[in-house]
């Protein structure tokens, strides 16, 4: 059974940093492509970064420069570094895992920037 797990949400002001982190069992997390997602309320889920299984990263416009994804294949997890926070950055992150065709997601994990 795979899982994502989340953490590292919380309030944060603005252009305060913030580290999630989503920890991964269950999947051969070396081989995965692995994305941050997230929703803001009344608004569609959107990317906001992926990296692939050979380290690849690409960003949203909306967070290039001030957001960082990366991975650690020993630990089975993926991280996402967010700093220069502002408040349009609030929503649930959720994590989410692509390997062979199957899909999988975290449960999210909510930031919000606010003074």
């Known amino acids: 059974q795979v899982q994502l ?14 580290r999630l982190s989503c920890a991964a069992s269950g999947i051969i997390f070396s081989l995965a492509s692995m994305r941050w997602y997230r929703q803001a ?5 959107e990317l906001v970064a992926f990296i692939h299984s050979g380290g690849n990263t690409n960003y949203a416009d909306s967070v290039k420069g001030r957001f960082t994804i990366s991975r650690d294949n020993g630990k089975n997890t993926v991280y996402l570094q967010m700093n220069a ?9 959720y994590c989410n895992g692509v390997r062979m065709g199957s899909v999988y997601w975290g449960q999210g994990t909510q930031v919000t920037v606010s003074s």
């Open 85 to 93: 926070l502002k408040p349009e950055d609030t929503a649930v992150y």
């Open 5 to 18: 797990v989340e953490s590292g949400g919380g309030l944060v002001q603005p252009g305060g940093s913030l």
């Open 41 to 45: 309320p009344g608004k569609e889920r």
